[in-house]
Nanobody
Framework: QVQLVESGGGMVQTGGSLRLSCAAS????????MAWFRQAPGKKRVFIAA????????VTADSVKGRFTISRGGAKNTVYLQMNSLKPEDTAVYFC??????????????WGQGTQVTVSS
């Protein structure tokens, strides 16, 4: 089992930027594919972006393409989400996921606790 910890959330005005970080601990002798999802109040968790284990392949949801970028950090099993041109509709809890591959919550086995992102108008 791998444990994930997100950081970097906060409150920002429309048009601002934030960078989320996620670090894994536990079974880190394995390099995992990793992803970001988000969940707004009263809505289901939705896919944002995923990156494979060597960083050579990324998938990004159309809703954030061109504004959000997923990347891997120098440390093993660290992933970032750079969020630019933020909009109020980006307000949500953002979750890091690992140990799987796909664009649905069911495709990943490990999850962080989430970090709140609030975009004010």
């Amino acid at each position: 089992q791998v444990q994930l910890v997100e950081s970097g959330g906060g409150m920002v005005q429309t048009g601002g930027s934030l960078r989320l970080s996620c670090a894994a601990s536990g079974r880190t002798f394995v390099t995992y594919h990793m992803a970001w999802f988000r969940q707004a109040p009263g809505k289901k968790r939705v896919f944002i972006a995923a990156i494979n284990s060597n960083g050579g392949n990324t998938v990004t949801a159309d809703s954030v393409k061109g504004r959000f970028t997923i990347s891997r950090g120098g440390a093993k099993n660290t992933v970032y989400l750079q969020m630019n041109s933020l909009k109020p509709e980006d307000t949500a809890v953002y979750f890091c996921a690992a140990d799987g591959w796909g664009t649905t919550s069911a495709d990943f086995r490990s999850w962080g606790q989430g970090t709140q992102v609030t975009v004010s108008s």
